[in-house]
């Protein structure tokens, strides 16, 4: 709602300018201006300067409400100083550039291809390499940054590397279908409320999604992979996470998705695949996670007992080394709702009455990951035959009254678990594999004599048995 | 010498192959991989080297129950050799370190091929479902589980030369794999909740090097794994062990000791025997 009063803000203020509005046209045969700067400065509001392609190496800043589109993928190269376009007017339109060359943040200044420092602006359909930042937006509300690719400087460690979109006390703002790669943090929220994130795809950076301190931040259908944190959601409340894909985010304090002192949260329908750990929650409560994926994570999820009163409800968790560790006492964590909970594909029950819940309730915490949420070292001990063992016999002996249960455990899948990809040429493979070893093992004798021929060249040619 | 050693391991090696329970081991170590790759989802919805280390984390606990225990009777039944062939063989003009080393060379062809080729078929499948990305860290993993089975074939040689009766020495190893394989992790994970802190980790972090099953699955899983499976524990491993090159080069020198010294004691006690 609020946005669509901007645009109706912006096109108004589009409409009144549009009295004397003009084209200017920068670059090639005919052109207005040879590069952009001067063309800002004879513009006034409302006018569209059209850049054709071509390299131009110049800072920019955008003082007046105009349009600056690239024609034919221009290459904005700035100096190096700063950042190499700065919009402070409102209302302003950046499209079809390839920008390279920002500041390297020296100067201790947010250096970006893009600074937006006002409102109602539009970000799209750029291309920025080896950058420091990507878009910075400060103090700005109501911009769209949409469809830019924004490639950081992957080559230094993430200390030394901007964010691909910073949003700085910048409420508001829309961020969409941008794909960014080899920054610091992707798309970091800070101070940034009702923001929204759709549809971009982050990776190889450090967060694929920060957000600190911004509240009713909408986080959806984005991917968030192969960096050392999916999402980091921090100090903020109300956030709702939808549809995001989260994947292998792994190394040693790779986490698919964090939630720190985060409150009243909704996290539904996100497919959280191949992380070392798929969930971390820390001193965040009231959240409620519906009809997430947690699949081929080492540990789905980690539970800190500052994490209270969080329900779980409708998700699956398939084919995870560990589904849950719990860091300290389970604190009122809700494993149902209304009679639903989760599937789990460890679940050893059965459902005799077919109502699709489980007849026996299921514990969460297998013996071996209680272990490792006593002592993390015991991890080392990881796919012993002995921590199988350790499993049966707590199955056996009953668990304690006080653990984590699954009250009613979902015994089927909600959705199907893959498309039915399965290649039939491996299957044949193996059948042919095994078929030729068949084969071989009937003839003993003939084997060995191969093996050792093969092995021992220099020893005797016949069979040391019939001498 | 090395004649009679060659001769000796041929041998071996033969009637290793013609008994029909190292067959069937073989096609059920193929049965086996084939199963972990498709339950690894490794036939066709993920990636090679995921498919490949998924695979491997589902074959480590197999692996490891099933390894040591053919190695144990293969090595015992082959050492301590039906009454009445052993004056025989002793009768011969080798040396009975030769016949121990020998036999054991043999046993190790014959098992290790027997795991090579069914863990083999079991790297063809997931190669052939989700390509052939992470094959080296897949034969990492097969070379692991041969050098398990050279190590328990060697304290089977020990364990035979220690005993004068085959029943006696199959007992022995019996109680032998209970103790490697389930025993001492038992014990080591009962005593996990409270050996914490740096001394109580560092203590666990040693008890691996006294088990080689322990090693193999630590080095397995570090080599082979999904990456940094063995998080903040792995971390901590390396590091307890001076880095990742000396934790490579440390735990290589531990497996050698692990298979070599076994074999030292064998030899020891055979030449000092009355048969």
Redesign the interface.
């Known amino acids: 709602m609020k946005r669509r009063t901007a645009l109706i803000v912006v096109v108004l203020a589009l409409a009144a300018a549009r009295a004397d509005a003009r084209t200017w046209l920068v670059g090639g045969d005919g052109a207005d201006f040879p590069l952009i700067a001067p063309a800002i400065a004879a513009a006034s509001a409302g006018d569209i300067i059209r850049v054709r392609g071509g390299v131009y190496r110049e800072d920019l800043v955008l003082d007046k409400s105009i349009t600056l589109a690239g024609e034919g993928h221009p290459t904005l190269f700035g100096t190096g100083l700063g950042s190499v376009i700065t919009i402070t007017a409102p209302g302003c339109e950046v499209s079809g550039f390839t920008i390279e060359g920002s500041g390297l943040g020296e100067t201790n200044e947010m250096d970006a291809a893009v600074q937006v420092r006002s409102n109602g602006n539009r970000i799209v359909d750029n291309t920025m390499r080896r950058v420091f930042y990507g878009v910075v937006l400060a103090d700005a509300m109501r911009n769209e940054i949409a469809d830019n690719e924004i490639q950081g400087l992957r080559d230094l460690a993430f200390g030394r590397r901007g964010d691909g979109i910073y949003l700085y006390r910048a409420p508001e703002n829309f961020v969409a279908r941008n794909r960014i790669s080899g920054e610091r943090d992707g798309i970091y929220f800070q101070y940034a409320p009702r923001g929204r994130a759709v549809d971009n795809v982050v990776s190889d950076s450090r967060y694929g999604l920060h957000d600190m301190f911004s509240d009713d931040a909408v986080i959806a259908r984005n991917t968030f992979s192969d960096s050392v944190v999916g999402a980091n959601i921090m100090n903020s409340r109300r956030v709702r996470l939808e549809g995001n894909t989260i994947s292998r985010n ?3 304090p ?1 986490i698919g998705l964090t939630l720190k002192d985060c409150d009243e949260s909704t996290i539904r329908n996100n497919q959280i695949s ?1 992380n ?1 750990r798929g969930l971390l929650l820390d001193g965040s409560s009231v959240n409620r996670f519906i009809g997430n994926t947690f699949r ?1 994570n ?2 789905a999820a980690t539970l800190f007992s500052s994490a209270e009163q969080n329900v779980f409800s409708g998700n699956q968790f398939v ?1 995870n ?1 560990s589904d849950l560790v719990l860091s300290g006492r389970d604190s009122g964590t809700h494993w149902s709702a209304d009679g639903r909970g989760n599937y789990w594909s460890r679940y050893r029950g059965f459902d005799f009455d077919g109502d699709g819940i489980g007849d026996a309730p299921h514990p969460l915490v297998g013996a ?1 990951e209680r ?1 490792e949420g ?17 499993e049966l016999a707590a199955r056996l002996s009953g668990h304690p009254a006080d653990d984590a249960m699954d009250d009613h455990p979902l015994v089927r899948h909600s959705q199907p678990a ?1 498309p039915g ?3 039939p ?3 044949i ?2 059948v042919a ?2 078929f030729i ?2 084969r071989a ?1 009937r003839h ?2 003939r ?3 191969k ?2 021929a093969s ?2 060249p ?3 040619r016949n ?3 019939s001498r | 010498m090395m004649t009679h050693l060659w001769t000796i391991a041929q041998l071996e090696l033969t009637a290793a192959v013609r008994l029909r329970w190292i067959r069937l081991l073989t096609v059920a170590f193929a049965l086996l991989a084939a199963a972990a790759a498709y339950s690894a989802g490794a036939a066709n919805e993920v990636s090679g080297a995921e498919g490949f280390a998924r695979t491997t984390m589902a074959l480590v606990p197999v692996v490891l129950v099933l390894v040591p225990l053919a190695a144990l009777i293969l090595g015992v039944s082959g050492q301590a050799s039906e009454p009445g062939s052993e004056p025989f063989l002793f009768g011969q003009p080798v040396s009975r370190a030769t016949v121990l080393v020998g036999r054991w060379l043999g046993e190790s062809v014959a098992l290790g091929s027997a795991i090579v080729t069914g863990l083999g078929i079991g790297g063809a499948i997931v190669a052939f479902g989700s390509g052939a990305d992470g094959v080296p860290r897949f034969v990492c993993f097969v070379l692991a589980s041969v050098v398990l089975a050279t190590i328990f074939l060697s304290i089977a040689a020990a364990i035979a030369s220690a005993t004068d009766k085959r029943v006696v020495a199959l007992g022995v190893a019996t109680f032998a794999w209970f103790f490697f394989v389930l025993l001492y992790d038992g014990a080591a994970l009962s005593l996990a909740g409270w050996l914490t802190g740096s001394l109580g980790g560092r203590i666990l972090f040693g008890s691996v090097f006294g088990n080689p099953a322990d090693l193999i699955r630590v080095v397995a899983l570090s080599v082979a794994g999904a990456p940094n499976v063995l998080g903040a524990a792995g971390d901590a491993w390396v590091r307890f062990l001076g880095g990742a090159t000396s934790a490579a080069v440390v735990s290589m020198v531990a497996l050698a000791v692990w298979m070599i010294a076994p074999l030292l004691v064998g030899v020891r006690l055979i030449s000092t025997r009355d048969l």
């Open positions: 792994r190394g040693v790779g191949g070392a081929a080492d540990t084919d080394w071996f272990l006593a002592n993390p070292v015991a991890r080392i001990f990881l796919q012993s035959p002995a921590a199988a063992g350790l893959a990809s399965s290649r040429s491996a299957g493979a193996g594999a095994l070893i068949g093992l003993p004798k084997l060995a004599e093996i050792t092995l021992f220099g020893s005797p069979d040391p048995c």
